[in-house]
């Protein structure tokens, strides 16, 4: 429980419309600090300082087409390459792609380079070009490696649909679109709930990408959401179990008369695709929630402002109501 550090009271958390100049540009985000009761005083933690720049930092990547770390860490990882080796054939300095990795922001002209080398296509031109740099049995390897990607590079049909209707941004809380992420968010709770039937499902995934958006300013699955009759829902969520490979979707009658849909699945999480973070997230929303039935939950979605102010819209529910969650 924070304290006040001015009287050791309590303080509650609060926030406001705000602007920030960024590389000379001005951006608008939701400003959080900490208010002390006793004194009125205001304060904040480095971890909010973080999470007020995350907002700023996420506008100015998708303004400008600068990859994201985890995308720039995916890139290197698809070529197995060192990052240093990365930073060489890119003409970045030594330590930079490394840095880039680990969260700093490039310049517009580097951003758009790591954009265009996710085509190994044109990757292939930079390893060219950058020939004279590696001994000739080093750069065999490194063209070896990209014939291979080229050659198994294949658009994933079930990641299309499920996110064809909007790409990484403001509407998902500028998370990336990962068939294989998603897939293992929804198998981390089939498993520890035993399945979970689809309503439920729908309200789990809300609360993990809108607590994770909470507290790092990024959300997790990739899913946007909008908001029905029975609470918050992803957008085309029969699409998105239905596409997702290795989980079945079992009808299942009960007494009343009534029938719903169980999400099962026998294959195990892949928990390495989370970072520490991640999985202190998705603990948290299954401790939360582990007990609750899909009509408890629902009505405990029904209390959020991200329900309340867009259900009968029709609008995409803006990922700035994560920071009224009353549930976690």
């Known amino acids: 429980m924070m304290k006040s550090p001015f009287t050791g009271g309590n303080v509650c958390l609060q926030q406001e419309n705000a602007e920030l100049v960024f590389r000379k540009e001005k951006f608008q985000y939701t400003y ?11 304060f904040t933690t480095t971890e909010i300082d973080e999470l007020n720049l995350a907002q700023v930092y996420n506008q100015y990547r998708i303004k400008y087409g600068i990859p994201f770390p985890d995308e720039i860490k995916q890139i290197r990882e698809m070529y197995d390459l060192s990052a240093l080796k990365m930073s060489e054939i890119l003409g970045f300095g030594d330590n930079q792609y490394r ?19 996710k085509d190994p296509v044109i990757f292939e031109t ?10 000739e049995k080093e750069l065999k390897k490194i063209l070896t490696k990209l014939n291979k ?3 198994c590079q294949s658009s994933n049909i079930g990641e299309e649909l499920i996110y064809d209707s909007y790409t990484r941004g403001s509407v998902n809380g500028y998370a990336t679109q990962s068939y294989y992420k998603l897939k293992n968010v ?29 507290k790092y300013g990024r959300a997790m699955s990739g899913l946007a959401y909008k908001a029905i ?26 007494e009343s ?21 991640e999985l202190l997230i998705l603990e948290s929303v299954y401790e939360s929630f582990k007990n609750s039935t899909a ?34």
Request: aromatic share 16%.
């Open 32 to 42: 959080l600090y900490y208010e002390c009761e006793d004194t009125k005083e205001h």
């Open 99 to 117: 840095l880039y990795e680990s969260g700093d922001m490039p310049s517009e002209a580097n951003g758009k380079v790591l954009n265009l080398i």
């Open 126 to 135: 930079f390893v060219r070009n950058a020939r004279y740099q590696f001994d």
């Open 149 to 151: 990607v080229i050659e």
């Open 186 to 214: 929804l198998l981390f709770f089939i498993e520890r709930c035993g399945g979970v039937f689809n309503t439920k499902m729908n309200k789990l995934l809300f609360y993990t990408d809108f607590f994770c958006y909470k």
């Open 229 to 254: 009759q029975y609470g918050p829902v992803p957008v085309r969520w029969d699409r998105v179990y239905s596409l997702i490979d290795g989980i079945d979707q079992d009808i299942i009658e009960f």
């Open 257 to 277: 008369g009534y029938s719903g849909v169980k999400l099962d699945s026998m294959l195990t999480p892949d928990v390495n695709i989370f970072s520490s973070e």
């Open 295 to 328: 009509a408890e939950i629902s009505v405990i979605s029904h209390n959020e402002d991200a329900w309340k102010k867009y259900y009968g819209t029709n609008k995409l529910i803006d990922f700035k109501e994560a920071f009224t969650l009353k549930a976690l």
